[in-house]
Every structure is written in C-alpha cells, then in structure tokens.
C-alpha cells in the first residue's frame, strides 16, 4: 500500500508561481515513477509531469518549460514547481504513484493522493 499526501496549492496571479508537494509514504519499491496530474472541472485527467526512480522526468506540452518536478529520495517528497502560471492551469491536482518506466498515462497509476486546488486569477 502506497500513501500520498498533498499539499502547497492555493491561488495566484497569471505569470506567478506556486509550489506543490507530495509526500510518499508505505511501501516503496527500488524502482517507481511519481507523477502530477490534473483535472479542471467538465474535463478529463490530464498528465502534468512525472519523473522515475533514476531522474528520468516527463512533461505534458501545456506545461513544458513552465512547470519543473522534483523527487527527494530522502524525505520521499515530490515536489512540482509552477511558474509563469495561465488561467488555464486552474485544476485540481493529485499526484500518484507508478511503475517504471516514466508515464502520464493515469491508467498506470495505481495509487492518487487526495488532490489539492491550484486557482490562477487575476
């Protein structure tokens, strides 16, 4: 059993930034992927970003060059930091837990945290 926690979120302006985080807790194999998802309301689950064991990372297009993930092995924290935010990045985001090799298919993903809301307003 995997847990994850979520947390950071809130709101912001466009071209500001926010940071969350996701803390890994039960059992974690030598080898798994994390990832960011999200969801916005009246559309589906969309992969933000998810990075491997091993460093390797992933980006969905809306967020490449924008959002940067992170895995602290140590602390068992992935971390997802948002900058020059849009309206558009408005969602509920949850991360999950995976198998290797790195994926933003949310099928692969067998355990979701609880989600946390990103706003973006002016």
């Known amino acids: 059993q995997v847990h994850l926690l979520e947390s950071g979120g809130g709101s912001a302006q466009p071209g500001g930034s926010l940071r969350l985080s996701c803390v890994v807790s039960?059992?974690?194999?030598?080898?798994?992927?994390l990832g960011w998802f999200r969801q916005a309301p009246g559309k589906e689950l969309e992969g933000v970003a998810a990075?491997?064991?091993?460093?390797?990372?992933l980006y969905g297009d809306s967020v490449q060059g924008r959002f940067t993930i992170s895995l602290d092995i140590a602390s068992s924290t992935l971390t997802l930091q948002m900058d020059s935010l849009k309206f558009e990045d408005t969602a509920m985001y949850y991360c999950?837990?995976?198998?290797?090799?790195?994926?933003?298919?949310?099928?692969?993903?067998?355990?979701w945290g609880q989600g946390v809301q990103v706003t973006v307003s002016a």
């Open positions: 039960g059992y974690t194999p030598d080898f798994y992927t």
């Open positions: 999950g837990s995976s198998n290797p090799p790195v994926t933003l298919r949310s099928p692969d993903y067998g355990y």
């Open positions: 990075i491997c064991s091993e460093g390797t990372t």
